[in-house]
């Protein structure tokens, strides 16, 4: 009997020591195969997109049209017609296409009033196309004002239609 009295004590010892025992264990891992390293694979290089086909150079700048004509005023004025302010806008783009293009203003009245009045008016005129021209960004060094009076008409000064034609400022081109 005094055997059974020893049971409940080695169960004990035995409950203690068995989850020890099992920690001591040697744990032995399964090998690994050796890793090889396998150079990536090529990406497959890319394809050249096709070259653009070449855009063909821009036509040359058109030549300036520095023809311009039938600036008109209002009878004994340096006052400008409103039909002269599309002309004169035309005269501006063209003129900004050649900014080094040097130009003369040649203002012309017809035959009404003394010749000296005629002269000064006429100067007034080219005056007048200039400043226009300068507030539309012309340079004013490249423009020179003239006056004729009514010494170099356009038409006849015997009616009035002609007289109108002769009221004009023209724009040269200085060669």
Do not use: W
Not at 42 to 70: D, Q, Y
Not at 127 to 152: Q, R
Request: overall charge positive; proline content about 13%.
């Amino acid at each position: 009997m005094k055997s059974i009295k020893h049971v409940p004590v080695i169960i004990l010892m035995a409950a203690a020591v068995l989850p020890a025992c099992k920690a001591k264990k040697k744990v032995v891992e399964t090998p690994k195969p050796p890793v090889t390293q396998t150079p990536p694979a090529e990406a497959p290089k890319p394809v050249p997109a096709p070259a653009p086909a070449p855009t063909p150079p821009p036509p040359p700048p058109a030549k300036p049209n520095f023809n311009f004509s039938n600036i008109q005023f209002e009878f004994n004025s340096a006052v400008l017609k409103t039909a002269s302010y599309e002309i004169l806008d035309r005269a501006v783009a063209e003129m900004k296409k050649d900014p080094s293009a040097r130009f003369v203003l040649n203002g012309h009245s017809s035959a009404e009033g003394t010749p000296e009045h005629n002269m000064s008016l006429s100067v007034e005129r080219a005056g007048s196309v200039k400043t226009y021209l300068m507030n539309a960004g012309i340079s004013g060094d490249n423009l020179t004002v003239k006056g004729y009076g009514e010494s170099k008409p356009a038409t006849s000064n015997t009616t009035e239609e002609g007289r109108a034609l002769n009221r004009r400022v023209e724009i040269k081109v200085v060669k």
